[in-house]
């Protein structure tokens, strides 16, 4: 197995000890300049970046990629970790939005492994959501703190009232807006105006995103509606720093479920501060297989938690395929593998290939899309886990990741 420190610093400081005093120019990708910067800050060490940078977040992220500024944060936390022990940590998203917009539908259906139409038969029969629901999702070893706020107006106030009681230690905040329910979007709106002031009296620097649930693929969104929702965006990009009126927004349905997944595996790679990492180890597992999609989705949540693509259009044929391919399957515990083909819109063809993979005990289900038939019809399966086990092992054995902690 490589070593974190040997992953995460320049090759010159692997045999050394004592990292938390290395400068944080130690760390595998700062340049120079950036780590003059970094020092301008007071963030000298890898010790300051790991427990300091929050101090400086703002200033760091107004000159220098947000995505490079958290790969750093967290390669300084990690190594410093390792010298003391590995802690498992958890993040907490909330999940808000008025009555009847799918709060509850969404977790639902993301983590649903059977046939779309049980699916419906599930959601047909929800009541409405009594005050706050919490529930747990285990993603690679870190706990995922789901907490949906009941959108019923006589829960609404108590949360208003008592903030601090439901957003204090939030990692991100969803939220939800049914867009067929035309007649309800200017108490939507308003509950949303609502909800960012108080969290932003109580000065969290949330993460926000939006979610324009019900965007079935029968349905057409008028231009009235459009106009609404660009209303929306706009005001979160002037009221919530950490929004991002080009990124942070997805249309949902349950009707397409890679829609749903698609929206929290990106969510949930954003906040567990490693998803350089995962991402740079999946591409070299993309390129070993010749494959234009490679995935790693966590068994019991669903949630695709590695992943690297060669185009977008991959994304959601993959997790679309990855559902209709894992309901196939009866016992998870068993060990499957399942090959389908698509032809896709510019007539390539595609092969899916979905299998088990066991990592410390745990199972793991690795997605594939490749136009390679020699490598699909001759895959090695000891070699295929080999490839990722190299690749991937440090980062999915390593539980002590942090969400972050943007308070
Ligand atoms: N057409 C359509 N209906 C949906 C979709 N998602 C959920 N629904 C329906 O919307 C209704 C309300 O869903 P819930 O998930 O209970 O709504 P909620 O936001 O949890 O509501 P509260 O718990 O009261 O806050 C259900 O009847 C679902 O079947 C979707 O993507 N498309
Ligand atoms: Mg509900």
Not at 50 to 77: G, H, T
Not at 84 to 95: N, R, W
Not at 204 to 215: A, D, G, M, Q, T
Not at 382 to 391: K, L, M, P, R, S
Request: proline residues 2%; negative net charge.
């Amino acid at each position: 197995m490589v070593e974190l420190k040997e992953k995460l610093l320049k090759e010159e400081y692997h045999k050394q000890k004592n990292i938390k005093n290395f400068p944080v120019q130690a760390l595998l990708d700062i340049s120079e300049d950036e780590s003059k910067f970094l020092k301008e800050l007071g963030l000298e060490t890898i010790e300051d970046l790991a427990n300091k940078w929050n101090e400086q977040y703002d200033k760091m992220v107004k000159k220098i990629p947000k995505e490079r500024v958290n790969s750093w944060i967290a390669a300084s936390r990690l190594v410093s970790l390792e010298e003391t022990e590995k802690v498992t940590s958890g993040a907490k998203i909330i999940m808000v939005g008025i009555d009847n917009a799918g709060k509850t539908s969404l977790s639902i259906a993301l983590k649903h492994r059977g046939a779309l139409s049980l699916l419906f038969q599930k959601l047909y029969a929800l009541t409405p959501t009594r005050g706050l629901l919490r529930s747990k999702i285990e993603v690679f070893g870190m706990d995922i703190h789901m907490h949906e706020l009941g959108g019923q107006s006589i829960y609404r106030e108590d949360y208003l009232n008592n903030p601090q009681q439901y957003f204090i230690g939030t990692d991100v905040i969803i939220f939800v807006i049914d867009v067929q329910a035309k007649d309800r979007f200017e108490e939507s709106f308003e509950y949303l105006k609502q909800i960012t002031n108080v969290t932003n009296a109580l000065k969290l620097k949330v993460p926000w995103k939006i979610f324009f649930h019900k965007s079935d693929p029968d349905y057409e969104i008028d231009e009235k509606s459009t106009e609404v929702f660009g209303s929306i965006i706009e005001y979160m990009s002037k009221n919530c720093p950490f929004f991002n009126p080009a990124k942070d927004f997805f249309r949902t349905s349950v009707k397409i479920r890679s829609s749903i997944l698609g929206a929290f595996s990106h969510i949930f790679r954003g906040i567990s501060l490693i998803e350089q990492g995962t991402k740079e180890a999946s591409q070299k597992v993309a390129e070993q297989l010749n494959a234009d999609f490679f995935g790693l989705y966590d068994s019991r949540s669903n949630v695709c938690f590695a992943q690297y693509t060669t185009g977008e259009q991959y994304v959601d044929i993959a997790h679309n395929a990855y559902y209709e391919a894992i309901e196939t399957i009866v016992n998870i515990r068993e060990p499957f593998l399942r090959i389908r083909r698509y032809t896709l819109e510019d007539d390539a063809n595609e092969i899916f290939i979905l299998r088990d993979l066991h990592f410390s005990g745990d199972i793991y289900i690795m997605a594939v899309l490749t136009q390679d038939e020699e490598m699909a019809t001759n895959l090695d399966q000891d070699a295929v886990q080999e490839i990722i086990e190299n690749q991937l092992r440090d980062w999915i054995e390593f539980r002590g990741y942090a969400a972050f902690p943007l308070d």
